[in-house]
T-cell receptor, first 110, second 114 residues
Framework: GQQVMQIPQYQHVQEGEDFTTYCNSS?????IQWYKQRPGGHPVFLIQ?????EVKKQKRLTFQFGEAKKNSSLHITATQTTDVGTYFCAGPRQGGKLIFGQGTELSVKP | DTEVTQTPKHLVMGMTNKKSLKCEQH?????MYWYKQKAKKPPELMFV???????INESVPSRFSPECPNSSLLNLHLHALQPEDSALYLC?????????????FGSGTRLTVV
């Protein structure tokens, strides 16, 4: 079925190191969204990318949408302990459904 | 008000019980959603309501019964659940039922079926 694949599943970094998570789709996406879920919390919307090749920044977070609109990435520069959580990409599927990738769980060692 | 409020936050119920989860938003959003999330897994779509009408049911068992009394409220009625239904149940809303709007999620109801 239509899926959004996300890697890696887990990432453990030292505070100050960079972090990247990747999202891939077998079909072209009209847009892609990113969410963050803190441990014990709920998903929080971060951003949406719509245009081919789009790059958006939020402070230390950089989001990219691939030229073919089939992949996306989230890069965090100089991670902090407040970045801990699971990062999900989510893409639209037929019928108006928003489907989440498997998520990347980020842990940051102080 | 930019929140989605879910009650209760925690619920323990027996397999013969009937309970309801409640969700409320006052952002004027016309689309509301129920998602189920198991530990270490992504949220899985259950139901979509658009303008108070059920538009998507992701083949959810009938022991889960959604209801949208008005544009601000969404309920999920539970009956004869199984232990494997234990999960975090998340309500979300968006301006309209289109996937080019970010969803606002509530903090969820953590359900345990015993």
């Amino acid at each position: 079925g239509q899926q959004v694949m996300q890697i890696p599943q887990y990432q453990h970094v030292q505070e100050g190191e960079d972090f990247t998570t990747y999202c891939n789709s077998s079909t072209t996406l009209s847009n892609i969204q990113w969410y963050k879920q803190r441990p014990g919390g709920h998903p929080v919307f971060l951003i949406q990318l719509v245009k081919s090749g789009e790059v958006k920044k939020q402070k230390r977070l950089t989001f990219q949408f691939g030229e073919a609109k089939k992949n996306s990435s989230l890069h965090i520069t100089a991670t902090q302990t407040t970045d801990v959580g699971t990062y999900f990409c989510a893409g639209p599927r037929q019928g108006g459904k928003l489907i989440f990738g498997q998520g990347t769980e980020l842990s940051v060692k102080p | 008000d930019t929140e989605v409020t879910q009650t209760p936050k925690h619920l323990v119920m027996g397999m013969t019980n009937k309970k309801s989860l409640k969700c409320e938003q006052h952002m004027g959003h016309r689309a509301m959603y129920w998602y189920k999330q198991k530990a270490k897994k992504p949220p899985e779509l259950m139901f979509v309501y658009s303008y108070e009408k059920l538009s998507i049911n992701e083949s959810v068992p009938s022991r889960f019964s959604p209801e949208c009394p008005n544009s601000s409220l969404l309920n999920l009625h539970l009956h004869a659940l199984q232990p494997e239904d234990s999960a975090l149940y998340l309500c979300a809303s968006s301006p309209i039922s289109r996937t080019d709007y970010g969803y606002t999620f509530g903090s969820g109801t953590r359900l345990t079926v015993v």
